[in-house]
Every structure is written in C-alpha cells, then in structure tokens.
C-alpha cells in the first residue's frame, strides 16, 4: 500500500511538471509573438518602390518634326526650338494653339508659301505676309505746290506770257506758322509690357550670351521666392524642356514670354493668371548644379537680354 501510494505521489508530481513546462513554452512562445522583433524572413514580400512618372523631355528637333508626347504643349515645343506658337499653330494649321494631339507630327519649318510672322520695332502685334510677296507699292512723291503772291512779273513766269516792262513788286512775306514741337523721344523696345520687376533676390551670376546662354542666372538661397516679373498668363509649368529643371513660362502683353527655370517647386498651373509680384515658385536646383534662377525673356520666341529691360540694381 505504501508502495503504491508513494508511486501515485510520483506521478502526481511528473504530471505536475510537465504541465508547468508546457505553460512555460506557452508563454515563451506569446511573448515571442508579442515582440516588436523583425519579422521572420519567410513572411517578407519583394520591396515595393514608388515609380514616379516620366516626363518626357523636349529637345530642340534635328530634323524639323517634333511628334506631340503627353504632357507636351505648344508654348514648351516652341520655347525648346525658339520659335513662335503662332508659326508652329500656322504651319501646320491648328485651329487653336491650346490643342495639339498625342502623336500628333508638327513642322518646325515653313511650307511652300507660308506666311512670316515678323515684328515691327514696337507693334504690338505683328503683321503677316507671304514670304515671297515685296513689302508693298513704292510710294510716289509728287512736288509740292508752292503759292505766290499775284504780282504781273509772277502771272509771267507761271503762264509764259511775255511783258514788255515788269515794275518791280514788292514781295510781303507770308506770315510763318510755328512749326509743331518734335515728338518725344520713343521709349525704349519694351512693348507693352511696363515697370518690369526682378524676378528673384540674388547675386548675378550668369550673363545672357555667356557660352551660348539665353538668359542670366541669380544664384540665392533655396526656396527663395521667385515672383513674376509682370502680370500675365502661366501657359507652361513642368519639367519637360530638357536643361530647365522644374520650368514656369508667363506670357505677357507685346507678345512677351518669361521663363523661371530650376525651381525647387511651383506654385501656380497652367490656365492661372498672375500679377506682378506674385511669388510664383521657390528657388531651387533641378537640372542644376547649383540652386539658382536661370531667367529669360523671350519675344516672338527670340530668346531677349533680360537686363536691358529688368531696372536698374542700386
């Protein structure tokens, strides 16, 4: 009896232990479960990267085409090849500049018998004629007449009559009107576009014409703000122009354009129109070595010396 009573103790006592090792791996294995640990390898998926689109980028055309990609508009294929939009719109006979179609092929180059769009000095718009057309009828000057007072000795001269004796005559002259005071001086080629302003704040660093380049540079701090220089329409903002970066264009009155390139952000779209002033973007460096605003002025699609139009700095 003994015997058996001490081997039911034993065993009460091994079952005892083995339910405390089993609560014991229990618990190891929640709080296992419960740890902020990595997770096991098995249960990690490929890593998931974020694609960013892919502006296509505009480049100057080799061969006179350019075909139409998404996002592109007319404005940034003129800008990029320092056309007009007008004559892109004219040659290939878009009826609005604002619609051009994806794959579309667009000439870069007049056809046969295309007009010109070429500006007058300050016009502010410019006139169109066949290229091959003279500029006009040549204009005909025919003398002045000229009134003498009627004397005999002058009705001679003019009519040819003979007189045997001319008493000399005494000529009066006319009274002399005073001569219109000369008009002032024309202002200086800015078109309609008046009291230009800087567009950013910055020191100087490169000069329209300085190794091919169309406009100045101002080096400044980043997201400096950079502010249209007159008011106008936004028609390009994106980084589609190759060598631009983060680009803004505004168009003007006179048919001016202004171009903002390396913006660390832009902060108006497209379609918005903009008042002088206005903080437009924030400087930046895409496409750039450096952060900087590179800045043109562009009329007709000509790329201008911005400085012969922004003020003086003191």
């Not at 034993?10 to 618990?27: C, F, K, N």
């Not at 502006?55 to 007319?74: D, E």
């Amino acid at each position: 009896m003994k015997t058996a009573a001490r081997a039911r103790v034993i065993g009460m006592a091994a079952g005892t232990r083995a339910r405390v090792a089993w609560l014991g791996v229990l618990v190891l294995g929640l709080a296992a479960c419960t740890s902020p640990g990595p997770a096991p390898v098995s249960d990690r998926g490929p890593a998931r990267t974020a694609v960013k689109p892919v502006t296509p980028q505009i480049a100057p055309s080799t061969n006179g085409l350019h075909t139409v990609q998404r996002g592109n508009t007319l404005y940034a294929i003129a800008f990029a090849n320092g056309l007009d939009y007008r004559e892109i719109a004219l040659w290939n006979r878009l009826e609005s500049p604002d619609r051009i179609l994806v794959g579309q092929v667009l000439r870069l180059t007049p056809p046969p018998g295309a007009v010109e769009i070429k500006p007058l000095d300050d016009e502010p718009a410019p006139t169109a004629r066949p290229l091959d057309a003279p500029a006009g009828p040549p204009v005909l000057r025919e003398p002045q007449a000229v009134l003498l007072p009627y004397s005999d000795a002058d009705w001679a001269q003019v009519s040819g009559t003979p007189v045997a004796v001319v008493a000399p005559a005494v000529v009066r002259p006319a009274p002399v009107a005073a001569m219109p005071p000369a008009p002032a001086s024309a202002p200086a080629a800015s078109g309609l576009v008046e009291n230009w302003l800087w567009p950013a704040e910055g020191t100087l660093a490169g000069h329209f014409g300085a190794a091919g380049g169309k406009g100045i540079d101002i080096v400044g701090q980043r997201n400096a703000p950079v502010v249209a220089v007159a008011p106008g329409k936004v028609v390009y903002s994106g980084s589609g122009l190759r060598g631009y970066g983060q680009l803004l264009i505004v168009k003007h009155a006179g048919e001016f354009l202004s171009a903002y390139a390396h913006n660390e952000a832009i902060l108006v779209k497209e379609g918005d129109t903009v008042s002088a002033g206005q903080k437009i973007a924030r400087m930046g460096d895409s496409g750039a070595d450096r952060v900087k605003l590179h800045f043109e002025i562009r009329r007709y699609g000509k790329p201008l010396d911005p400085l012969i139009y922004l003020p003086e700095r003191s």
